[in-house]
């Protein structure tokens, strides 16, 4: 039997956890189980349902995230469940380990494609900072898929879902949460269709407002170089890159940023890269699917105008 983990965040199932339902209902022959820990909001479970869950088990009692004590929980819940689907997320990161100990199962991760069945069970994961593929066979009855957002082709699926509860006691957990802050009103780097990225040569934090606007008005999220952030022009949690956040948007928006191979390691997964620098000989042009040679204090606002323009 096939199931997923459903990360909640805040009663929200993101498109990950539909990527993760696609692609379990397309491998399952006999329905796939979502498990969730926290309650999801009203009409959450139709959204897994349309895209093939056949029962979602709530899991109740646990405050706060934290690896070890959700690990604990989703394997709790695993109870005929062969191979394990999750999204490739910072949390699906920290939880996809632990799970494949408690389960004694083969693990993937970056997994990109739909497994190849004709003679075992082999996935296709991204490696080297997204620069080759790997394929891998999991030989173990039990395993764990994490895929990376963004590379699953949303296939709708149209079933019936049963909702299950299931409560579990934070007494014993090794860890206890007692605060948790989490940025408000962005959307999340890993998470983003749409990334609006710059470097240094918007030449100060306080230009930072064009790029803003060009973000909102396509619904982005906002990225920077890591120079940016170590000048502290931008937060480090906007840093993406090798030593930063790896990313996989549909568009990629690189504006007054070089493409030095660091940066480019985080980024090059992106299905469309547009460049814009005054440089002609910048190296992120090689990587680019289009390109724009001039001033970003030039072209930005006229991205901008035709952003209006189109909206309206």
């Not at 695993?78 to 394990?84: D, E, Q």
Request: hydrophobic share 45%; aromatic share 6%; glycine share 8%.
């Amino acid at each position: 039997m096939t199931g997923i983990y459903a990360e909640n965040s805040e009663g929200i199932f993101k498109k990950s956890v539909l990527e993760a339902a696609s692609y379990a209902s397309q491998i399952s022959t006999d329905g796939v189980t979502a498990i969730c820990i926290g309650s999801p909001n009203d009409g959450e479970a139709d959204k897994l349902a349309k895209y093939g869950i056949t029962k979602l088990i709530i899991v109740e009692g646990l405050t706060a995230f934290d690896a070890q004590n959700y690990g604990k929980a989703i394997a709790a819940s695993l109870t005929g469940i062969k191979t394990l689907i999750m999204a490739n997320t910072y949390e699906g990161k920290a939880l996809a380990p632990r799970i494949a100990v408690l389960m004694n199962a083969s693990l993937a991760t970056n997994v990109v494609a739909l497994p190849d069945t004709s003679n075992g069970f082999v996935v296709k994961r991204g490696v080297f900072s997204g620069k080759g593929f790997a394929h891998v066979q999991l030989s173990r009855d039990n395993k764990i898929v994490a895929i990376t957002p963004n590379s699953i082709e949303l296939k709708e699926n149209q079933v019936s879902i049963a909702v299950e509860k299931a409560t579990v006691s934070e007494a014993g957990n090794l860890t206890k949460i007692t605060a948790s802050n989490k940025a408000a009103g962005k959307i999340p780097l890993t998470e983003a269709e749409i990334v609006v990225s710059a470097g240094r040569g918007m030449k100060g934090p306080e230009n930072w407002g064009m790029v803003e606007e060009l973000a909102s008005l396509l619904g982005a999220a906002t990225a920077c170089s890591k120079p940016v952030s170590d000048m502290e022009w931008r937060p480090h949690s906007e840093h993406v890159g090798q030593t930063g956040i790896t990313i996989k948007p549909n568009l990629y928006i690189a504006i007054g940023i070089s493409g030095a191979i660091q940066h480019l390691a985080g980024v090059s997964s992106s299905k469309v890269i547009v460049v814009i620098n005054k440089d002609p000989e910048a190296p992120f042009f090689k990587a680019a699917d289009y390109g724009i040679v001039g001033d970003a204090f030039e072209v930005l606002p006229q991205l901008i105008a035709a952003a209006k323009a189109a909206q309206n």
